[in-house]
């Protein structure tokens, strides 16, 4: 490629590499540029270069926890993290929460207008007529132990409810069946989407009943989806039972509040497996598995943990201090996208003040708003732009309403499954088809080396580069020191 004249290089990015002297022209689109045009810029290696470094085949772009790399073109979700500007298909976050539902809000996120009154019907229809689970579900969810993490549970339990529908595996079916875009791909398509939001509360909730020692039960009729979340989970049996409705309004917030966010950790993990075209419970299974680490939808537990390790108002300069000697991590604060409040924080801030109402205030408020407040006049956090983020605040509201610490990530995954889903569905219908991915290395392992037989090997004895040794239980201990036919140590 020549020299760029001075209207050809306006919204576009020269860039020269300077070992071979080429000049390559990049298109820059909608503000950014395809890192596939790097690969025509190759070299000839370096004497004493490493062959693994393919200085031949190109130049790769790496980016270590894609800090600024776009993997998608998406019309969903809108934040501005500057800004603190959370939006759903355009409409404010502050607005969805003020004036929609969680099932409306995710017909939006999902199929990208706000339904009619008719639309919304059959929508909530469809969704609450799919949370009934097959009976042989019962024998799954028991055979977990008692003290199984919840979201281990749920986990498992999506992965488990794709077996029942081989109509829905593009690995029985062809691997067009999502992607075709016929009316009746679409038909396949939705089905699942109606199963997966309608069941995710019924499997969240045999999750918890299991874990109380409770009997399980079917799904009620006539109740909001988060009404029926709650009465699912503690139905038992009494006369016309029915949720608190501060309650049921306050979990139907934070669902909307909790539906989607762009392309965090989860629901790239879902792109990343739905990539492979496999069937869309594995796709979700695969989300909830990256949901449930404390970097992302573990946060809220960890909040907690933090706040009761606190203990009281008086230890928190303690804490701070701790945090910025790197001793300690200020769960709920800091963001990759969001360098000001987290937009949510402060209506889920607004919620839990509803809840307390009927519920009582948490014992840990205190404790959590002087740190909150320390924090956030503290140049520590100031200087870095670390605020509070969802789980902040959303933990508090969980532990008013009685749910225990480990059920907090299933609180959040649940309504979550709708941002999965739209992502999904989106990527499953791009222009283009999907693409598998399939990100680069840049591999700085050994170079090729010959077998040694192992009576001439020198031993490698570092830790981290061998075995490490562990301690057995005195099961394993007797048994080791046993004698058995066959026993070869
Ligand atoms: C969310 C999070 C993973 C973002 O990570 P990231 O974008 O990779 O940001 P970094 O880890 O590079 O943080 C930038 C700086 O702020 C510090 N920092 C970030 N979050 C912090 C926190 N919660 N407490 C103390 N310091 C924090 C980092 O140590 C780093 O400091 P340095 O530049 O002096 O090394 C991170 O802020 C975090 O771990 N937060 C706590 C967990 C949490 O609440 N997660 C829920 C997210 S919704």
Request: with cysteine; proline share 6%.
């Amino acid at each position: 490629m020549g020299q760029p004249t001075a209207s050809s290089s306006q919204n576009s990015l020269t860039v020269r590499d300077n070992r071979t002297g080429k000049t390559i022209q990049i298109p820059i689109e909608d503000n950014s540029i395809p890192a596939t045009a790097f690969k025509t810029l190759s070299a000839t290696p370096e004497k004493d270069e490493r062959k693994e470094n393919e200085t031949s085949k190109g130049l790769r772009v790496s980016d270590k926890g894609f800090l600024n790399t776009a993997v998608m073109r998406s019309e969903i979700t809108y934040i501005d993290g500057e800004a603190g500007v959370l939006r759903y298909r355009g409409y404010p976050i502050e607005e969805l929460a003020l004036r929609s539902s969680h099932l409306e809000t995710a017909y939006l996120l999902i199929y990208g207008s706000l339904p009619s009154a008719s639309q919304l019907k059959v929508w909530e229809k469809e969704v609450m007529h799919h949370a009934v689970v097959h009976a042989d579900a019962e024998q799954f969810f028991r055979s977990f132990r008692y003290d199984a993490h919840p979201m281990a549970i749920l986990t498992s339990a999506f992965a488990y409810l794709g077996s029942y529908y081989s109509e829905a595996n593009p690995s029985l079916q062809g691997q067009t069946l999502f992607t075709k875009g016929s009316p009746d791909s679409l038909a396949v398509m939705d089905k699942q989407i109606y199963r997966l939001i309608g069941k995710a509360t019924t499997l969240a909730a045999m999750a918890y009943r299991v874990r109380q020692g409770r009997t399980f039960v079917t799904p009620p009729t006539g109740l909001s989806y988060t009404g029926s979340f709650l009465y699912q989970m503690d139905y038992l049996g009494q006369e016309n039972y029915k949720p608190n409705p501060v309650l049921e309004k306050a979990l139907d917030v934070l669902f909307l509040l909790h539906a989607d966010h762009e392309l965090n950790a989860s629901a790239t993990t879902v792109l990343q497996t739905g990539s492979s075209l496999v069937d869309p419970y594995s796709a979700i299974a695969a989300g909830c598995a990256s949901l449930y680490g404390p970097l992302h939808g573990g946060a809220n537990e960890a909040v907690i943990r933090m706040l009761i390790s606190i203990g009281s108002p008086a230890n928190v300069p303690a804490f701070i201090e701790s945090v910025k000697k790197r001793e300690k991590v200020l769960s709920g604060f800091g963001h990759r996208v969001y360098k000001t409040s987290d937009p949510r924080s402060f209506i889920v801030r607004k919620t839990a003040d509803e809840v307390f109402k009927v519920t009582g205030k948490d014992d840990l408020l205190e404790t959590a708003m002087a740190l909150h407040e320390a924090a956030m006049k503290d140049e520590y956090f100031i200087k870095r732009s670390l605020a509070p983020n969802v789980d902040f605040w959303s933990g508090l509201i969980y532990r008013a309403m009685g749910f225990p610490l480990d059920f907090f990530p299933v609180l959040f995954a649940v309504p979550r499954v709708v941002g999965w889903l739209a992502h999904w569905r989106q990527m499953m219908l791009q222009p283009g088809g999907v693409k598998i991915w399939r990100p680069r290395q840049i591999y700085v392992g050994e170079t090729k080396r010959a077998y040694v037989p192992v009576e001439e090997r020198t031993p490698v004895e570092e830790a981290k580069k061998t075995p490490s040794q562990i301690t057995h239980s005195g099961i394993t201990k007797r048994t080791m020191l046993a004698t058995f036919k066959g026993a070869k140590l």
